[in-house]
C-alpha cells in the first residue's frame, strides 16, 4: 500500500525519496526549447551524452524554454523533485541559481557562462571567443566591403568578448574593417533576428554574424546571396550557399566529467573554462571558401588548440584609442571574463 | 532611395503577419467574444503549415493546412466558450498554452530542417519598375490576400447585413437574440474566422519570413495582435495603420543600430512598444470615438433561452 502511495505522490510531483535513491538524478534548465537548433539543443546533446555513458546510474530531467526572470521557481522545483547535479543553462540564470543553492546545500549546481561561486555552485563556459577570432579572421578576408554587421543579444561579458575577438580577427588581416552591431535584446526571436539582418544587410554590411540562437540571420544571408556564420549549431542546412562556418559547442566532455564527479563522490565546486584545446569549441567544416582562406583558417586554429596563439593578445585599444593590452601581452583570463568595452573598429556606442 | 524601397519591403513584412491575425481577432471581437488564444492558434498554423509545405513540398497546401489548423483551434475555443460557456480569458490563455505545447510536439520532427519558402509573384514589367515595381507588384501572395481580408472585413463590417448582425451581436446579444439572430451560430462563425486569419499569420512567418519551424517561433506576436485590435479602437482602417506603424518603428530601430545613433538599444528596443502606448492614448482622449466603437458585449457569455 505505502508504495503505491509513494508513487502516487511522486506523480503529483510531491517530494518524497524515491525507493531507487541511488540513481542519481541530474537536471537542466534550458532557456529555449529543447531543440531550437542552437544552444540549447547542443546542451541537450551534453545530456544525452551522459545518459549514454551511465546508463542505469542516473536519470536525467529537464525543463525547457524558461524565461531568465522566472527562472528561481522551475530550478527549486527541480531541487526539490530529488534532481542532485542541476546544470543551469544560461547567464540570465545566474543569480536564481545561487539563490537557489543556498536553499539546497547538498544540491550541486553548476551555472554554465557566469562568474558567481559559492561551495555549492560551479561556473563553466568555452572560450567561444576563440572560434570568433577564426570566423573574424575569415570576414576579414572574405568581405568586399570591409564591414561586417553583428546581431547581438544582452550586452554581457561573454557576448562583448565575442563582438572583439571577432574584430581582432579580421583587423588582423584587413586592418581597417569595421562591424556594425545590432542588439536586439533576446536569445531567441527567429523573426526579429531576420529583421535585424535585413536592415544590416540593407546597410551595406556583407557578412553576418549573430551571438542569438536562430538560423534566421543565416537564411537571410543565403536569400540575399551574401555569407554568414552559424552559431552555437552547425547550421550548413538552412544556408547551404551561405555559411562559411559554424563555431559549434560540445558540452559532452564536461557534462560527463562533471557527472562522474558525483557519482564519484568528489565534486568539488570549481570554475571551467575551456577552449578549442579541450574539444568544448568546435568549428564546423570549412564550405563556400577558396582554398588559401580555408588554410589559413584552419592554420588558425591549429596554433590557437596548440595555445600559440591567443586571440587577446595586444596591441589592443579600446573605441577611444586608449591601450588595454601592449604589443605582445596576453590579456590575462580575469581580464577577458569581465570585459567591458568595445575594442577600436566597432561602429556603435556600447549599451550600459 | 534604395534603402527606402528595401526598408519599406522589409517593414511589409514585418507587419503582415500581424495584420493577418489582427483582422481576425477583430472580427472575433466585434461579435462579442474576446479570444486570447491568438498566440497558440498562429502557432499550430506555423508547424502545420511548415510540416505540411516540407512533407509535399508545395507552399499552397500547406496554407491550406494552417488555415485548417487556425480553424480548428479556434473550434475548441468556440466548444468551450460558446457552447460550454466558460471564461473566455481563461479559455483563450488555456488555448495559446495548448497551441504551445502541442505545436512544439507535432512540430518536433521538424525542427533543424530547412523550409519551402512561398514565392514572390513576379508580373514582368511591372515588378521591375523603379521604386514601386516591388514594393507594389512584387510581394509574395500572402501580402494581398492580407489587404484583400482587411478590405472586405472593413466592408462586410460597415456596409453589409452579415456586418451589421455580427455588430448587433456584440452590441447586445439580447436584441439580437430577440430579433431572432443564432447569436451562437455567428458567434462561432466570427471565432472561426479568427482561427482561419491567425492561421495564415502562422504560415506567413514559416513559410515567408523565416522559412523554419522552432518551437514558439511567433514570440509574442499573437500577442501584439490582440493588442492591436485595441489600439485600433475595433476599426479596420486602424488595424493597417497600427500593423505597419509597430512593424516600421521596429525595423527603424535596426537600422537606427547600424547606422549608429546613440541611443541605448534597450530604449530602442521598446520603441515599438512605447510607440503604440502613446497611440492609444492619443487616440482615447477621444472617449466618445472609443467607445461606440468597443463591442458591448465583449468578453460576456450568452446562454439561450430554452
Known amino acids: 500500500m505505502k508504495k503505491y502511495l509513494v508513487a502516487a505522490l511522486t506523480a503529483f510531483g510531491l517530494s518524497i525519496t524515491p525507493a531507487a535513491a541511488e540513481q542519481l538524478k541530474v537536471g537542466f534548465i534550458y532557456v529555449g526549447p529543447q531543440n531550437d537548433g542552437g544552444w540549447t539543443q547542443r546542451h541537450d546533446i551534453g545530456r544525452q551524452a551522459i545518459e549514454a555513458e551511465f546508463g542505469d546510474k542516473i536519470e536525467t530531467v529537464f525543463i525547457e524554454s524558461v524565461p531568465e526572470a522566472d527562472s528561481t521557481r522551475?530550478?527549486?522545483?527541480?531541487?526539490?523533485?530529488?534532481?542532485?547535479?542541476?546544470?543551469?543553462?544560461?547567464?540570465?540564470?545566474?543569480?536564481?541559481?545561487?539563490?537557489?543553492?543556498?536553499?539546497?546545500?547538498?544540491?550541486?549546481?553548476?551555472?554554465?557562462?557566469?562568474?558567481?561561486?559559492?561551495?555549492?555552485?560551479?561556473?563553466?563556459?568555452?572560450?567561444?571567443?576563440?572560434?570568433?577570432?577564426?570566423?573574424?579572421?575569415?570576414?576579414?578576408?572574405?568581405?568586399?566591403?570591409?564591414?561586417?554587421?553583428?546581431?547581438?543579444?544582452?550586452?554581457?561579458?561573454?557576448?562583448?568578448?565575442?563582438?572583439?575577438?571577432?574584430?581582432?580577427?579580421?583587423?588582423?588581416?584587413?586592418?581597417?574593417?569595421?562591424?556594425?552591431?545590432?542588439?536586439?535584446?533576446?536569445?531567441?526571436?527567429?523573426?526579429?533576428?531576420?529583421?535585424?539582418?535585413?536592415?544590416?544587410?540593407?546597410?551595406?554590411?556583407?557578412?553576418?554574424?549573430?551571438?542569438?540562437?536562430?538560423?534566421a540571420p543565416l537564411q537571410i544571408a543565403q536569400e540575399r546571396g551574401l555569407h554568414g556564420f552559424g552559431q552555437a549549431n552547425d547550421q550548413i542546412k538552412f544556408a547551404p550557399g551561405a555559411q562559411y562556418t559554424a563555431i559549434i559547442d560540445n558540452w559532452s566532455p564536461y557534462y560527463i566529467a562533471r557527472t562522474k564527479a558525483v557519482l564519484d563522490g568528489n565534486w568539488v565546486a570549481a570554475d571551467t573554462w575551456g577552449?578549442?584545446?579541450?574539444?568544448?569549441?568546435?568549428?564546423?567544416?570549412?564550405?563556400?571558401?577558396?582554398?588559401?582562406?580555408?588554410?589559413?583558417?584552419?592554420?588558425?586554429?591549429?596554433l590557437i588548440k596548440s595555445k600559440e596563439l591567443h586571440p587577446f593578445t595586444g596591441p589592443i585599444a579600446k573605441q577611444d584609442g586608449s591601450e588595454v593590452a601592449a604589443a605582445g601581452v596576453v590579456m590575462d583570463d580575469g581580464a577577458l571574463a569581465?570585459?567591458?568595452?568595445?575594442?577600436?573598429?566597432?561602429?556603435d556606442k556600447l549599451p550600459q | 532611395m534604395e534603402l527606402l524601397e528595401a526598408f519599406v519591403l522589409t517593414v511589409i513584412t514585418a507587419a503582415t503577419p500581424l495584420l493577418l491575425a489582427a483582422t481576425g481577432e477583430l472580427v472575433t471581437e466585434r461579435a462579442g467574444v474576446l479570444n486570447l488564444g491568438v498566440e497558440g492558434m498562429m502557432l499550430a498554423g506555423a508547424v502545420c503549415a511548415f510540416a505540411a509545405a516540407?512533407?509535399?513540398?508545395?507552399?499552397?497546401?500547406?496554407?491550406?493546412?494552417?488555415?485548417?489548423?487556425?480553424?480548428?483551434?479556434?473550434?475548441?475555443?468556440?466548444?468551450?466558450?460558446?457552447?460550454?460557456?466558460?471564461?473566455?480569458?481563461?479559455?483563450?490563455?488555456?488555448?495559446?498554452?495548448?497551441?504551445?505545447?502541442?505545436?512544439?510536439?507535432?512540430?518536433?520532427?521538424?525542427?533543424?530542417?530547412?523550409?519551402?519558402?512561398?514565392?514572390?509573384?513576379?508580373?514582368?514589367?511591372?515588378?521591375?519598375?523603379?521604386?514601386?515595381?516591388?514594393?507594389?507588384?512584387?510581394?509574395?501572395?500572402?501580402?494581398?490576400?492580407?489587404?484583400?481580408?482587411?478590405?472586405?472585413?472593413?466592408?462586410?463590417?460597415?456596409?453589409?447585413?452579415?456586418?451589421?448582425?455580427?455588430?448587433?451581436?456584440?452590441?447586445?446579444h439580447h436584441s439580437a437574440h430577440a430579433l431572432g439572430y443564432n447569436v451562437l451560430m455567428i458567434r462561432v462563425a466570427a471565432v472561426l474566422f479568427g482561427g482561419l486569419c491567425a492561421g495564415l499569420g502562422g504560415a506567413y512567418l514559416s513559410l515567408v519570413y523565416t522559412p523554419q519551424w522552432t518551437e514558439g517561433m511567433t514570440a509574442g506576436r499573437g500577442w501584439i495582435a490582440v493588442a492591436l485590435v485595441v489600439?485600433?479602437?475595433?476599426?479596420?482602417?486602424?488595424?493597417?495603420?497600427?500593423?505597419?506603424?509597430?512593424?516600421?518603428?521596429?525595423?527603424?530601430?535596426f537600422h537606427l543600430q547600424a547606422v549608429g545613433v546613440p541611443i541605448p538599444s534597450q530604449f530602442l528596443s521598446a520603441l515599438p512598444y512605447a510607440a503604440t502606448v502613446i497611440v492609444l492614448v492619443v487616440i482615447s482622449r477621444n472617449r466618445r470615438l472609443l467607445r461606440t466603437h468597443t463591442p458591448a458585449m465583449l468578453g460576456s457569455t450568452f446562454v439561450p433561452d430554452k
Do not use: C
Request: hydrophobic share 50%.
Open chain 1, 338 to 347: 569581465g570585459m567591458n568595452f568595445y575594442v577600436k573598429g566597432v561602429d
Open chain 2, 54 to 172: 516540407v512533407t509535399t513540398g508545395s507552399p499552397t497546401l500547406g496554407i491550406l493546412a494552417a488555415m485548417v489548423a487556425g480553424v480548428t483551434m479556434a473550434a475548441i475555443f468556440a466548444f468551450f466558450a460558446l457552447f460550454l460557456v466558460t471564461n473566455q480569458v481563461a479559455t483563450g490563455l488555456a488555448l495559446t498554452l495548448f497551441g504551445l505545447g502541442v505545436s512544439g510536439m507535432l512540430g518536433a520532427s521538424f525542427v533543424g530542417e530547412p523550409g519551402v519558402k512561398l514565392a514572390a509573384i513576379h508580373l514582368p514589367g511591372l515588378s521591375e519598375l523603379p521604386l514601386v515595381g516591388r514594393i507594389l507588384f512584387g510581394q509574395d501572395p500572402l501580402v494581398y490576400v492580407s489587404f484583400i481580408i482587411l478590405l472586405g472585413v472593413s466592408f462586410l463590417l460597415k456596409r453589409s447585413h452579415i456586418g451589421l448582425v455580427v455588430r448587433a451581436v456584440g452590441d447586445n
Open chain 1, 74 to 215: 522551475v530550478i527549486e522545483r527541480m531541487a526539490r523533485g530529488g534532481a542532485k547535479l542541476i546544470f543551469t543553462t544560461s547567464f540570465g540564470f545566474m543569480d536564481p541559481t545561487l539563490e537557489v543553492a543556498k536553499k539546497f546545500p547538498d544540491v550541486k549546481f553548476e551555472h554554465a557562462t557566469g562568474y558567481k561561486r559559492t561551495e555549492n555552485v560551479s561556473t563553466y563556459s568555452s572560450r567561444f571567443y576563440e572560434g570568433r577570432y577564426v570566423i573574424g579572421k575569415i570576414a576579414g578576408k572574405m568581405s568586399k566591403t570591409g564591414v561586417a554587421g553583428y546581431i547581438a543579444s544582452y550586452p554581457i561579458p561573454e557576448v562583448i568578448r565575442g563582438i572583439n575577438a571577432f574584430l581582432l580577427g579580421a583587423q588582423s588581416v584587413n586592418p581597417d574593417f569595421k562591424l556594425k552591431v545590432v542588439w536586439v535584446n533576446t536569445w531567441f526571436d527567429p523573426a526579429k533576428e531576420a529583421d535585424a539582418a535585413k536592415a544590416l544587410f540593407d546597410q551595406g554590411v556583407d557578412i553576418m554574424t549573430q551571438h542569438t540562437d536562430s538560423p
Open chain 1, 275 to 302: 577552449g578549442m584545446d579541450t574539444g568544448m569549441v568546435e568549428m564546423a567544416p570549412l564550405t563556400n571558401l577558396p582554398d588559401d582562406v580555408k588554410a589559413m583558417a584552419e592554420e588558425t586554429m591549429r
Open chain 2, 231 to 253: 489600439f485600433s479602437s475595433w476599426i479596420p482602417g486602424r488595424l493597417l495603420v497600427g500593423a505597419y506603424l509597430f512593424g516600421a518603428v521596429t525595423l527603424l530601430q
